[in-house]
């Protein structure tokens, strides 16, 4: 089954515009894990974004490998991805993650961004080892929606405010993503019959960004767009009613005003034998 909830072009673009990418740490992380577990020191040559999105993520990998294709099943997400595609060497393919068009053995990287969760994990799982190269790495990363933002010394007033927001949007979760997303990781972490691998819990991405920009953000996630299709006044009421305690707690009239925003990723890096 493939779940489809990222086909809208307005969604596409607000994910281009608003989702958070992983930081250049954390793409360092995953190129010295790559390479330490190589058997050879070859020219890195295919990395494969599986549920790329509108490709923030796909970008990233392209100074490191001589191609990329980012994968997802969503045309508007795709072309949203294509539009703001500037390097040579980075392509995009509509497929299912389950279903790869890749040769046996011909990547060096198959990576996921906050997608695994939607995918059929036991198939995507079997699809990427076949893919893999021999020393090749999986790499499954997710976030966490519950966002931290720091402004002044009202850091603590915000986050309770966003608690509140975090605990609507919480009857909206789609119920293919089960309790708990990174308990979902960490049991993939556990069960791969991979020897070398590394699970991460804690690798935090900072940005300062205009309130509006992680309103923005909010407005991209799943459970906000659910909330939405079911109700258009209550999601938009919450959503008001939101960026107005916040400015209020800030002390400031300007919903362009920055702050910080602190985005937890956790998952796993994993070497094929
Ligand atoms: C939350 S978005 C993540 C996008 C991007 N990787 C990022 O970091 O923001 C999840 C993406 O997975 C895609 N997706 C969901 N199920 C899929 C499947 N079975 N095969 C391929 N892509 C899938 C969706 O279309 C969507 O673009």
Redesign the pocket.
């Known amino acids: 089954m493939?779940?489809?909830?990222?086909?809208e072009k307005e969604h596409a673009q607000s994910?281009w515009k608003y989702?958070i990418?992983p930081s250049q740490e954390i793409i360092d992380m995953i190129i010295n894990f790559l390479q330490k577990h190589r058997s050879s020191p070859q020219e890195l040559e295919l990395a494969v974004?599986?549920?790329?999105?509108?490709g923030?993520?796909t970008v990233l990998l392209g100074p490191h490998f001589t191609k990329v294709v980012g994968?997802?099943?969503?045309p508007a997400?795709l072309e949203m991805a294509t539009q703001h595609a500037t390097a040579h060497n980075i392509t995009y393919r509509e497929?299912?993650?389950?279903q790869l068009p890749m040769a046996d053995g011909s990547a060096d990287l198959v990576i996921?961004?906050?997608?695994f969760h939607?995918?059929?994990h036991a198939r995507f799982l079997k699809e990427a080892d076949r893919v893999l190269k021999p020393r090749g790495c999986l790499v499954l990363l997710d976030y966490s929606i519950i966002m931290e933002l720091s402004y002044g010394d009202c850091s603590h007033a915000l986050n309770d405010i966003c608690k509140e927001l975090y605990a609507a949007l919480l009857l909206y979760r789609n119920p293919y993503l089960g309790a708990n997303c990174r308990d979902r990781y960490k049991g993939t972490y556990d069960k791969l019959e991979y020897p070398d691998k590394e699970w991460h819990e804690e690798l935090w991405v900072r940005k300062t960004v205009p309130l509006s920009h992680y309103m923005g953000m909010i407005q991209s996630l799943?459970n906000y767009q659910a909330m939405q299709k079911d109700d258009p006044e209550k999601a938009n009421q919450l959503s008001h009613d939101i960026t107005h305690r916040l400015m209020r707690a800030m002390g400031v009239s300007c919903p362009e005003t920055e702050l910080l925003l602190s985005v937890r990723y956790s998952g796993l890096l994993a070497c094929k034998p």
Do not use: H, K, M
Request: charged letters at 20%.
């Open positions: 493939i779940v489809r909830l990222f086909d994910y989702r990418s974004d599986v549920g790329c999105g509108s923030q993520g994968t997802d099943v969503s997400q497929c299912p993650a389950e996921s961004i906050a997608a939607w995918f059929d799943s």
